[in-house]
């Protein structure tokens, strides 16, 4: 199978997990930013992720894509709880999150964005759903205060370092991509529960952090 993505996507990020949680092989192909007729030629739209599956034919959307091989890899199926709890915390969080994610997903070397015209593209839209990343970089100190203040909420939830819920399951697909993507932030202090569930997470799914690449 082949998965179409964008490194920062968390929607792409779901759609990785999954391959990496059941041993799966998956050849990951990262479209540039700007790139409209790729996905549009296997989809019909711009949209990531896009899985090829083994028959041929594409399928997008992400937790589409984590029911197909869910079930494609025959294992214990994921736990489909999600607890209320879990959602709004990461309603909550996700109205300033990418705030903090968005500027700096264009600085820190990711290979959709590797050329100036990919930047540009990635800034002219998110800037109109975002605002400005130059100023919201500027109050990066407001927003992981925030984020500090909120993340003790999350920890409470977590029942172990391998899972959010009592079993593996559709609560780790939705909330690592947003811890994932937060380190990219410099400055970042996650409380140790958080810490290590994000790294064992980052483990178990073959997703790696963005710790070294933090501005």
Known sequence: MKLYIYDHCPFCVRARMIFGLRGLPVEIEVFA???????????????????????????????????????????????????PEIQAWLDKVGKYANKLIAPRC?????????????????????????????????????????????LPELAAFIYSEGHIGERLGYEDIITFPLLRNLTMVKGLQYPEQIRFYVERMAKQSGVPLYYDKAV
């Open 33 to 83: 930013n700007d790139d409209e007729a790729g996905p549009t030629a296997l989809i019909g739209e711009k949209v990531v992720p896009i899985l090829v599956k083994p028959d041929g034919t594409a399928m997008d959307e992400s937790l589409d894509i984590v029911r197909f091989v869910d079930e494609y890899a025959g294992k214990e199926r994921l736990d489909d709880t999600i607890r």
């Open 106 to 150: 264009v600085l820190i070397g990711l290979p959709e964005f590797a050329s100036e015209s990919a930047r540009l593209y990635y800034t002219a839209k998110k800037t109109a759903i975002y605002g400005n990343f130059v100023e919201n970089f500027k109050h990066s100190d407001t927003y992981l205060a925030q984020l500090h203040a909120d």
